[in-house]
């Protein structure tokens, strides 16, 4: 058990410093990520390492190209507004799910704790805390959506758009409208108006996709 926790720990550890590359700009997009380089940088094995890059690869920051190898997701122009735009609609479908559930109880508890940590990241000065739980908020929604397809598209679509939420949380502006944004959502969530969450959260993500395209940004 002692050595199976050595390696969860391992993993995790290595996972936050290649995202701290990312997030720092060490690491660009198209950037490939070599299994043994990285082992000697960090100091262990190569096994470790290609479990965090196949876990990377699964969460949409690292992509498998034939006879190149894994590399940081390189997104052109257009596919990262069409990926703004599968985003926002998935969204909404999120939401409209939302009203096959039994009761809002769970999905009350999950959406008000991660608001918390994002909260106490925020006051903390926390940012890459700050960041997880960010995306923890949108994962919360999705992990709730009673439709099983609609959850597998939206919660892909999210871990690709998590690269682009490293370059809009840098800014202490746009830090904030998260923030605010996220506990307007919360609160309509905990007040039970759905139809207002769904509103609210909706003009989010299409705030969100305006910042990304400085200038080259279509109607969403």
Same mark, same amino acid.
């Given at each position: ?17 290649i ?10 997009p ?5 299994i ?5 940088d ?8 290609r479990? !965090?890059? @196949?876990r990377?690869?699964?969460?949409g920051?690292v992509?498998?190209k034939h006879?190149?190898?894994p ?5 052109s ?10 985003n926002?609609? /998935? ?8 009203g096959?559930?039994k009761?809002?109880?769970?999905l009350q508890s ?5 608001? !918390?940590?994002? /909260? !106490?990241?925020?006051e903390c000065g926390?940012?890459?805390?700050f960041?997880?739980?960010?995306? %923890?908020?949108h994962k919360?929604l999705? +992990?709730?959506?009673?439709n099983?397809? =609609?959850?597998?598209y939206?919660?892909? !679509?999210q871990?690709?758009?998590n690269?682009?939420n490293?370059?809009?949380m840098?800014?202490? +502006? ?9 506990s307007?959502?919360? +609160?309509?969530?905990?007040?039970? +108006? ?10 989010? @993500?299409?705030?969100e996709g305006? =910042?990304?395209?400085q %200038?080259?940004k279509?109607n969403?």
């Open positions: 058990m002692a050595e199976r926790n050595t390696k969860i720990s391992k993993v995790d550890a290595i996972y936050g410093l995202l701290d590359k990312i997030q720092s700009r060490e690491l660009l198209g950037d490939r990520l070599n043994e380089d990285l082992a000697r960090f100091g262990v094995s190569r096994t470790p390492v479990e !965090t890059v @196949n990377l690869i699964q969460e920051f992509e498998q006879n190149v190898g590399s940081v997701v390189q997104l122009d257009e596919q990262a507004q069409d990926l703004i735009e599968a926002a609609a /998935l969204g909404g479908l999120v939401f409209d799910s939302f096959y559930l009761d809002l109880q769970g999950a959406l008000q704790e991660v608001m !918390t940590m994002q /909260l !106490t990241a925020s926390d940012d890459r805390r960041h997880e739980a960010s995306v %923890g908020f919360v999705i +992990e709730h959506c009673t099983p397809i =609609i959850r597998d939206a919660m892909k !679509t871990n690709q758009i690269m682009c490293f370059a809009y840098a800014t202490k +502006e746009n830090h904030q409208q998260s923030l605010k944004a996220h307007e959502v919360n +609160e309509a969530v905990q007040n039970g +108006e759905l139809k207002k969450a769904r509103k609210l959260m909706e003009r989010h @993500n299409k705030f305006t =910042i990304f395209f %200038g080259k279509r969403l």
